[in-house]
């Protein structure tokens, strides 16, 4: 399965990057896709999440809500993470996930397949 994050980077706090998840045509267009991230030394966290079906809903976590926005380029077959407003706080690696599982898109554990991260770093 072909998950592949990229588009981190250095940013100063106030600034934007925009990561993208490419994937395989079936991936994208048959599973609910998210982004977590992980800190040095704290557990992976949920960012947002997108479903496959219509237009698909989303889901954020409360830490990114208003600042973040996670979209389907169905052109390109990648799920984008729009990020505004950085923060230092935000500073992690970022992880893209296929959802394998029911429940919860907030719980790693319903994921089951996972890109290799991009270091998003925010300066003060």
């Known amino acids: 399965v072909q998950l592949q994050a990229y588009g981190g980077g250095l940013v100063q706090a106030g600034g934007s990057l925009r990561l993208s998840c490419a994937t395989s045509v079936r991936t994208f267009s048959s599973y609910d896709l998210a982004w977590f991230r992980q800190a040095l030394g704290k557990e992976r966290e949920f960012v947002a999440a997108?479903?496959?079906?219509?237009?698909?809903?989303?889901y954020y976590a409360d830490s990114v809500k208003g600042r973040f926005t996670i979209s389907r380029d169905n052109a390109k077959n990648t799920v984008d993470l729009q990020m505004n407003s950085l923060k230092p706080e935000d500073t992690a690696v970022y992880y893209c996930?296929?959802?394998?599982?029911?429940?919860?898109?907030?719980?790693?554990?319903?994921?089951?397949?996972w890109g290799q991260g991009t270091q998003v770093t925010v300066s003060s």
């Open positions: 996930a296929r959802k394998t599982y029911s429940g919860s898109y907030f719980l790693p554990g319903n994921y089951g397949y």
């Open positions: 997108i479903t496959w079906s219509g237009s698909g809903s989303t």
